[in-house]
């Protein structure tokens, strides 16, 4: 691998096109650049293609025009399976495996690396630990577990291989508020903590001030806006000053970061 | 005389062409098993072969057995023995069973899990043995119960062309009108298939995923 400059972004997305096999455009013009570090949250309503643009990065989807690079590189040219296993993946229906006790299921790509035994049976435990879950619960199966639990297993099985990259799909949409919010004060320790590049689909405009350094808003196939969470909600754009409204009272309190 | 006596006076030869019995069924089944779950995986896979695999073995599904039996005799090779012609007919009939359970089990894995799996960076291979194939496998399970319990009725009719089986019962008491005879090839019959249907569907509930 070639050396990175250490302000190059983690993530570009250069002059993105993404159309369905129908001709039906999804995406279109998408430049957008992720640093280091940072919680970038892609916001925006159903088909404004968050979520396409979130499966371009992980060659869940391939670009019909464009190049999306990852880690310095255009990431077509990167092995897809390397590629996918250096990314962690979280999605609103965790799609833990039902057939695997949780163990197996935070296990398994290191198990697929070909980790020793002991070394997975440790790193299951350590990342337990990360995200908030007993040890007793190794051995369940996801039938066995709340909606809660299971995602926090998606995310330790995500951070498993300890990718440098975490996608996250409207991981907490499913989940009652108050489960919610608790898995969102939970992600910033984490985030603090270890300091991954996150990119983060989100409908909710509270959820993306809580949780983002950046906000995108798409709309309609096209980024609108990229704002720090303070200046969003200061922002003249009309499509931004709408979210805002719809959002109404209070969120000035949510959004903990502001423009440096 | 009543069914008991003659039963007991000819389990030779009960014992016998039950086993032949087994062995056509049991072969035409890991034929049918081998060939099957493949051409479920590719369907269930790739679309456009779903169209054309599922409506061959529907087709074929549809030819009366006695009609295969025959359309079969004059293929070289096949034709020149009665149990290999039994066995690839049998082998037909089991087939679409196979395929579509294979397809319809796949097909019903959650796609969440199939995303996560994909997205974690499972390769192909992995995602069908560790995931899909697992997940899908009670109801491919039940698809080779229902083509078992449908050659061992089946393969009674393998006897009209010589191919053996409890058919020799059978078929020699409808010639002879005799009940007992008749009676001698249905009743092992219906306990073969009654075996397996519990069998299997006992191994089916095993190996059901929560």
């Known amino acids: ?260 | 005389m009543n069914v008991f006596h003659f039963f007991l006076q000819h389990h030779e030869e009960i014992l016998e062409l039950t086993l032949e019995h087994l062995w056509l069924v049991g072969i035409s089944t890991l034929l049918a098993v081998l060939i099957g779950i493949p051409l479920g995986i590719l369907s269930a896979h790739w679309p456009v072969w779903n169209k054309p695999v599922l409506g061959t073995a529907n087709v074929i599904q549809t030819i009366p057995s006695l009609a295969l039996f025959g359309f079969l005799l004059p293929v070289p090779w096949i034709g020149a023995r009665a149990d290999r012609l039994a066995i690839l007919a049998l082998t037909l009939y089991a087939l679409l069973p196979v395929i579509r359970n294979t397809y319809t089990g796949i097909r019903g894995v959650d796609p969440s899990v199939v995303e996560a799996g994909r997205g974690m960076g499972l390769t192909g291979r992995q995602l069908l043995f560790q995931v899909e194939l697992p997940l899908a496998v009670s109801v491919i399970l039940s698809g080779v119960r229902v083509a078992v319990v449908v050659s061992v009725g089946l393969a009674t009719i393998a006897a009209a062309i010589g191919a053996g089986g409890l058919g020799e019962f059978i078929f020699r008491g409808l010639a002879m009108v005799n009940n007992q005879l008749i009676l001698a090839g249905a009743i092992p019959a219906a306990i073969l298939a009654l075996t397996a249907d519990f069998g299997l569907g006992w191994l089916e509930r095993r190996l059901q995923p929560r």
């Open chain 1, 1 to 260: 691998m070639r050396p990175i400059p250490a302000n190059a972004p983690v993530i570009e997305f250069r002059e993105v096109a993404y159309v369905l096999p129908n001709g039906q455009p999804l995406l279109r013009d998408l430049n957008l650049q992720v640093q280091r570090g940072e919680t970038l949250v892609l916001l925006g309503r159903s088909g404004s293609g968050k979520t396409t643009t979130l499966k371009l990065v992980n060659r869940l989807l391939n670009p019909s025009g464009g190049e999306v690079w990852v880690n310095g590189a255009p990431n077509a040219e990167t092995d897809v399976i390397r590629l996918r296993r250096s990314i962690g993946y979280v999605i609103q229906d965790v799609g833990l495996f039902p057939h695997f006790t949780v163990e197996r299921n935070i296990g398994l790509v290191p198990r697929i690396e070909g980790w020793p035994t002991d070394r997975i049976h440790l790193r299951v435990q350590e990342l337990l630990q990360i995200v908030g879950l007993g040890r007793e619960i190794v051995s369940r199966y996801p039938y066995q577990l709340s909606g809660g639990q299971r995602q926090r297993v998606g995310v330790a099985r995500a951070l498993a291989a300890d990718p440098s990259i975490l996608l996250m799909d409207e991981p907490f949409g499913a989940l009652d508020a108050l489960t919610r919010d608790q898995l969102q004060r939970e992600f910033l320790l984490l985030q603090e903590r270890l300091n991954k590049t996150v990119v983060f689909v989100t409908h909710d405009l509270r959820e993306a001030l809580r949780l983002g350094s950046r906000i995108a808003l798409m709309e309609a196939g096209q980024l609108v806006t990229v704002l720090p969470p303070q200046d969003f909600l200061r922002s003249t754009d009309p499509l931004a000053a709408a979210y805002v409204q719809a959002f109404g009272e209070g969120l000035n309190s949510v959004a903990t970061r502001g423009s440096e």
